[in-house]
């Protein structure tokens, strides 16, 4: 996704602060919202939890790693500030996770299973449009173009169409999984975590550059949920 991410980025001749935005989202692990789209779309979803956990546990040293690869031409990278701060947003919250885990350990939380996909669908919702409102006006004050924009959605849609196509015929050729397995691992790529791509954006980088992510972490909930449904209602079986 990363190398989708430059190639893309170069072919339509973004600017440098775009282009990073773009590197940054496909540079970032797999979020909940990935999780929860594989539940629906009936995928393997102990495989995109798992995905999901090792992608993110290792997001602190790959995300600067892929950066400094891709786009130390074009600005100056804070390799260790990003390190550090990728370590916070990502690790923090499994750590808080595990330890409401294991105080829960032994007790009765049916109810609270019965529910999960509900409230994480809800959660993602709040995630994604509180994201979008406090960075709306970014719109305005960088005076982006009308074309600019066209051409940096059109961008992203290619970026993960091309993550969900060429993952799920990777997977389904070249290790031949189960259809359960290639759902999985087809989102899992194809979904980033554009949350995690706007706090780095915001806070090393342009401004300007967290633009990639708010209309990514929109973008890739609308196609992820399309692309989810129609795996669920049988449509598409091989």
Not at 86 to 94: E, F, Q, R, S, Y
Not at 197 to 203: D, E, H, P, R, V
Request: hydrophobic share 55%.
């Amino acid at each position: 996704m990363p190398l989708l991410a430059f190639l893309i980025s170069w072919l339509f001749n973004l600017s440098s602060d775009l282009a990073i935005g773009m590197l940054l989202v496909g540079s970032c692990p797999g979020g909940t919202v990935s999780n929860v789209m594989t539940y629906i779309a009936r995928g393997d979803l102990a495989l995109s939890i798992s995905m999901t956990f090792i992608s993110t546990m290792i997001a602190p040293v790959m995300i600067p790693s892929l950066m400094y690869l891709y786009a130390h031409q074009w600005v100056r990278i804070d390799t260790f500030g990003l390190l550090v701060s990728t370590a916070k947003v990502v690790l923090l919250p499994i750590i808080v996770g595990l330890i409401i885990k294991k105080i829960l350990k032994g007790k009765s939380h049916t109810h609270i299973h019965n529910y999960a996909s509900l409230i994480s669908i809800l959660f993602v919702s709040l995630i994604i449009h509180t994201m979008v409102a406090v960075n709306f006006q970014k719109f305005f004050d960088y005076k982006i173009s009308q074309s600019q924009l066209i051409v940096l959605f059109l961008a992203i849609i290619i970026h993960n169409a091309l993550g969900y196509i060429l993952s799920y015929y990777t997977a389904k050729k070249l290790f031949k999984n189960k259809l359960e397995q290639n759902k999985a691992i087809s989102i899992e790529v194809g979904v980033q975590n554009s949350g995690l791509a706007s706090i780095l954006a915001i806070q090393f980088f342009n401004p300007i550059s967290v633009i990639p992510a708010i209309l990514c972490a929109s973008w890739h909930s609308i196609s992820g949920s399309a692309l989810a449904n129609v795996w669920n209602k049988k449509l598409i079986h091989s």
